[in-house]
Each structure stands twice: as structure tokens, then as C-alpha cells.
């Protein structure tokens, strides 16, 4: 007498449900993504569930994420009450490009008259909405960062496959600088030219400098106290240069001034 098989139940490990959150901003990251085609697809489909995108209007809200990725800077008052709501609904939250991560070009407005720039750009509005702006961690816990402006999409999609599997990513702790090197590209500091490439994280394979445009830090400073020193000697050697208000100007264009005149 044959002995009867019992099936054993195999359920399948449960995708995590992931929500994409797009605030104010130029929409840069969002398409970075896009253009990876099937690659971001296929990484989708096989390890999420998808439960919001901000292209996707039609799709309903749900109560609860387990990943939210989010792009883009806090620029209204809509910005940071949808972003405090998503990080409430979120087991983990990931600030996608530098616009989440250090606050970028609306940053500059910080160190102006805000208020008089406010009223040449809406001279009919008594008083527009006009906050200092500051990266999304300053308003919620955010618990990795992929920098970048935009961010490099292959570089998002290794950490997008890994997140989801409960892996802690690896992102570069190398500077811009050891990159550039790397691709045989012209030292600009000994041609006397301006580059922040020695203190800033590395992981966009210095594609401003393979195009001989000098980097201006978009992926900000290596959290590294071992780096401070050399900050301090670039910053020395670059206002030399180019004078410190010129200097300036280039902290402000990605938001990094802040930082870095904290590590001098």
C-alpha cells in the first residue's frame, strides 16, 4: 500500500509594499528611475508590491508602507505635512537624489533677503509661504540616503533590489576625487582651476569631471571625520583662489555651505 503524500505549504515570503513620494522639485530623480525601462520594472515586479507613485494618481492610498522613497525638498506647506503623514505610515524611509538630501538649488535662497526676493517675485501676495529650506531629515527620521542630482540610476537600482531584501546597502565612502583619477581624467586643482572633488562622496563615477566641468559637490561632504582636515586645506587653498564669496556661491548652489563651514 502506497503511503499518501502530504503537501507541505510553501507561502511564498511577502513583497514589501513600496510607496514613491515626490515633493517639490524638477522631477530629475523620478525620471533617472524611469529611464533604467524594464531594469526598474522587472526589480519592481519581483521584489515589491507597489502602493503609491506619484505618477500613478489613480492608485488608492494605503495606511501602511514598509518602504517609502522619496524625492525632491520641502518647499510648501503641503510638502512637509504629506511628507510628516508618509513618514508616520513608513516602516523605513529613503531620501532619493540632493534635492531630499541637502535641500540643492532652493537652498540658496537662505542666504538672501527673503523677504524682498519674495516680494519682487510676488509682489501681490502680502505673505507668500517663504521658509528656510533644509534636507527632509531635519522634518522626519530618514533612514538612508542615495545622494546625487540627479542620483545615478544604476546606483538606485542595487539599492532598491537590496533594501527589499533586508540588506544594509554599501554606497561609496570614496571621494569624487579617487574616480576621477581613476578615469585618467586632468587633476583642475593643479591647473588652478576650482573643484571640491577631494572631500565630496563619490559614486557618480565623477561624470561632471570626465566632461572637464569641475565638481561642485552635489552628493555632499564624506561623513567622515578623518576628512575634516582636508577640508580645511581645500577651503584654504580655494579661497586663494577664487575668494571666499565665490566659494560661497558654489556651497550654495547644492546646499553643502552649511556643513561644511561646520567641519572647518
Known amino acids: 500500500m502506497k503511503k499518501s503524500r502530504t503537501k507541505k505549504n510553501r507561502s511564498k515570503p511577502k513583497k514589501p509594499v513600496v510607496a514613491f513620494l515626490s515633493l517639490s522639485g524638477c522631477e530629475g530623480c523620478s525620471f533617472a528611475m524611469l529611464d533604467l525601462g524594464g531594469e526598474f520594472f522587472n526589480a519592481l515586479v519581483h521584489h515589491y508590491k507597489l502602493g503609491e507613485h506619484h505618477f500613478l494618481e489613480e492608485m488608492k492610498e494605503k495606511s501602511h508602507y514598509?518602504?517609502?522613497?522619496?524625492?525632491?525638498?520641502?518647499?510648501t506647506k503641503e510638502n512637509v505635512k504629506v511628507l510628516k503623514e508618509m513618514r508616520k505610515k513608513s516602516d523605513f524611509m529613503v531620501a532619493v537624489g540632493s534635492c531630499a538630501a541637502l535641500g540643492v538649488v532652493?537652498?540658496?535662497?537662505?542666504?538672501?533677503?527673503?523677504?524682498?526676493?519674495?516680494?519682487?517675485?510676488?509682489?501681490?501676495?502680502?505673505?507668500?509661504?517663504?521658509?528656510?529650506?533644509?534636507?527632509?531629515?531635519?522634518?522626519?527620521?530618514?533612514d538612508l540616503v542615495i545622494p546625487?542630482?540627479?542620483?545615478?540610476?544604476?546606483?538606485?537600482?542595487?539599492?532598491?533590489?537590496?533594501?527589499?531584501?533586508?540588506?544594509?546597502?554599501a554606497l561609496s565612502h570614496r571621494p569624487v576625487c579617487y574616480e576621477c583619477q581613476t578615469n585618467g581624467n586632468p587633476c583642475l586643482l593643479q591647473k588652478g582651476e576650482p573643484c571640491l572633488g577631494p572631500v565630496i562622496q563619490g559614486g557618480c563615477n565623477a561624470v561632471?569631471?570626465?566632461?572637464?566641468?569641475?565638481?561642485?559637490?552635489?552628493?555632499?561632504?564624506i561623513q567622515d571625520p578623518a576628512y575634516d582636515d582636508a577640508i580645511k586645506t581645500l577651503n584654504k587653498k580655494l579661497e586663494k583662489m577664487i575668494g571666499k564669496r565665490a566659494l560661497h556661491h558654489i556651497f550654495q548652489i547644492y546646499g553643502i555651505q552649511e556643513d561644511w563651514l561646520n567641519r572647518l
Open 208 to 221: 561632471c569631471l570626465n566632461s572637464r566641468y569641475y565638481c561642485r559637490g552635489c552628493r555632499g561632504l
Open 106 to 142: 532652493p537652498v540658496i535662497k537662505n542666504f538672501v533677503n527673503k523677504k524682498q526676493k519674495a516680494k519682487y517675485v510676488y509682489p501681490n501676495l502680502r505673505e507668500p509661504f517663504n521658509p528656510d529650506i533644509h534636507p527632509i531629515s531635519r522634518y522626519v527620521k530618514v
Open 148 to 169: 546625487g542630482c540627479p542620483i545615478d540610476n544604476k546606483e538606485f537600482l542595487k539599492v532598491f533590489t537590496d533594501v527589499a531584501q533586508g540588506i544594509t546597502p
Open 66 to 75: 514598509d518602504i517609502c522613497f522619496v524625492d525632491g525638498s520641502c518647499l
